[in-house]
């Protein structure tokens, strides 16, 4: 089993090898990007974790819904989205996730070993021409706080 920094690094190789080849693409070549990181912290009621507060450089609350999950190979596949409210009423990102995770011991997934994509698909305030991805790894859905790290781009200004 790799760790939890492992499985993240491999996540964020892969989505830099998969945006490099996007960047041949002329929508991608006149942006600015920076980095984003921190921790998603679940607020559980009950058994279900789908809110929080997103920690880092993205400062606020977020909510996540799993829309569809089913067996694919060794793990699962899920789709899901996220709303993220940044603090001081700075906007709002909300992204499309696709996901993995492990088989349990059962053959179900097990939901403390997850990796998410979320693509960001609508932005408002400080965010709103942006475009981007963020990575999500480890057991947010069961109550953990979780890793994320991203890019977040905007097309350059002109001037």
């Not at 190789?13 to 002329?26: I, P």
Request: glycine share 12%.
């Amino acid at each position: 089993m790799r760790s939890l920094p492992t499985t993240l690094l491999l996540a964020l190789a892969a989505l830099g090898f998969a945006t490099g080849a996007a960047a041949d693409d002329n929508k991608y070549r006149n942006l600015e990007c920076k980095a984003v990181r921190g921790m998603l912290v679940p607020e559980c009621n009950g058994t279900i974790c789908n809110q929080g507060r997103v920690t880092g450089d993205l400062q606020g609350r977020f909510a996540s819904r799993i829309t569809s999950i089913y067996p694919a190979g060794s793990g699962w596949l899920f789709t899901a989205w996220t709303r993220i409210d940044l603090d001081a009423r700075k906007g709002r990102l909300e992204t499309i996730d696709e996901g993995t995770s492990a088989r349990d011991a059962q053959g179900g997934p097990d939901q403390s070993q997850v990796m998410q994509i979320l693509t960001l698909d609508q932005a408002t305030g400080q965010y709103q021409d942006y475009v981007g991805t963020i990575v999500l790894t480890g057991a947010h859905i069961v109550g953990k706080p979780a890793p994320y790290a991203g890019r977040l781009c905007r097309p350059m200004a002109h001037g």
